[in-house]
Each structure stands twice: as C-alpha cells, then as structure tokens.
C-alpha cells in the first residue's frame, strides 16, 4: 500500500513540477518499502526526476554498516539508477556541527521555502520505541523551535553523535509519511495518536504538518493496542 502511494504521488508531483525532493529517514523499517519500490516500481516512477535528501545520518563514514546513507543505496538508490546528481548524502563523516551548517545552505539553495523555511514534498519518518524520529531524541524537543534547518544532535542512549533535519523543517513539508513496525513500539504509537498520558515527551507527538498532510503507516504489530483502525504497511 505505501509502495504505491507513493508511486502515485510521486508521479502526481513530478507531473505537475517537474521534480520531486524526497527526504529519506533511515533504519530498518524503510528496507522493506525501499525493496518493495525496487523490486516492483523501477519502470513505474521517473527516478531520474526525484532528488534524494537524507532526514538525519548517523555520525559514520558513508560505507559503515550503521550509515543511512549506505543502507537507501544497497537497497533502493543503486537498483533503480538513481544519477548521482541527484543524490544529497548527509556527511557523517564530517564534523556534524558542520555538516548541519553545510546542509541547511543545500537545502535553502536547492529547496522552495515557505516562511523562510525549505520545503519538501515529500519526507519519510520512522519512530523509535522511545518516540525518537528523524534523530530527534526524548529530551531534545528544542530542536522542534530552532530557526536552523538541520542540527547535530545525539542519540542518549548510545552518545553517536547525529545530523538531523530540524522540527520546522519536517512540519514544513507537503507530505510526510510515518513508518512504524514492531510490538516494541505500541505503548507509544497508542499514547501519541490517542494523545494519551505524557504522549507530548515522545518527539515523534510533535509532528504535525503546518500546511501538508500526516500519514502513518504502522503494522499489526505495532497497532495491537489501539482501537483505531490499522493500516497495513506492505
Ligand atoms: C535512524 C532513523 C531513525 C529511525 C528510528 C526507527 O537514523 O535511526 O532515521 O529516526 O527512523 O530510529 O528505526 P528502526 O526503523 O530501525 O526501528
């Protein structure tokens, strides 16, 4: 199903613009949609026309095992010859304060804004099972308020330094798409979309699109404790 929603959208915006800047998160729940697009929409979507920007990178060179970066071109980037032009790494192997800089002045170069702020058409989201996303961490819900677009953070529980699209950044875009698997993360999906509790501590609650459209995609298992209706994520 998100396979080919995004298939429609995108082919719905680069009809109408010519182009699609597409922000990827990275970790393991995207692997399966990059391998469902890979294996079954090489020939369905123009991916000449989309331009590939990262949501956050962990602090490593480009061919570790933990890189975002290396994961979306193993999985997806390589299989549909994506050009290479069109291919905005985040630098985890450059000092992330300075990488953050660099990479906000790509976006506000490469990107439309509104309200001073790059817009994206389309940004991917997953969440951790603390309520983490992007590289937005419990704790760090400053990063929601800040004017920069991007910002080096780090992750608390194992202190890799990070590089992440900021909160104004993410709301900003048209439309965002939140991936979520796995029984460890129900607690907080429940608590965030039925606004439970201390829901508004978990970073992913602050996702709320200023003019665009949120669109969760979770599996069984991470939907099991809540009466909502559950999308299926294929
Ligand atoms: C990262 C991601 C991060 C991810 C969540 C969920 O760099 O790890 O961008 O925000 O979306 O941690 O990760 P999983 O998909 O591995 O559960």
């Not at 020939?43 to 490593?60: A, G, M, P, Q």
């Not at 704790?139 to 004017?147: A, E, M, P, R």
């Amino acid at each position: 199903m998100l396979a080919e929603e995004f298939s429609f959208k995108a082919n719905q915006i680069i009809g109408s613009k010519g182009n699609l800047n597409v922000a990827l998160s990275g970790g393991n729940t995207p692997k399966l949609l990059f391998e469902i697009l890979a294996a079954g929409y090489k020939t369905k979507i123009d991916w000449s026309k989309i331009n590939f920007y990262w949501v956050d990178e962990r602090c490593v060179p480009p061919d570790s095992a933990e890189s975002n970066f290396k994961m979306t071109n193993d999985e997806l980037l390589k299989k549909v010859n994506v050009p290479d032009m069109n291919i905005h790494r985040m630098r985890g192997e450059v000092n992330p304060e300075t990488e953050a800089e660099s990479y906000s002045v790509q976006l506000s170069e490469n990107l439309p804004s509104e309200n001073n702020i790059p817009v994206f058409d389309i940004i991917f989201l997953g969440m951790g099972k603390d309520g983490h996303t992007a590289s937005i961490f419990p704790g760090q819900l400053n990063l929601f308020d800040v004017n920069e677009a991007c910002s080096a953070s780090e992750n608390p529980q194992t202190h890799q330094k990070r590089i992440t699209l900021t909160g104004k950044v993410i709301n900003n875009a048209d439309y965002i798409y939140f991936l979520v698997t796995g029984k460890d993360k129900s607690e907080v999906i429940r608590k965030i979309i039925e606004r439970l509790q201390d829901y508004d501590l978990y970073p992913a609650a602050h996702v709320n699109p200023v003019g665009g459209s949120l669109n969760w995609y979770i599996d069984d298992a991470a939907a099991e404790l809540f009466t909502k209706v559950k999308n299926q994520m294929r």
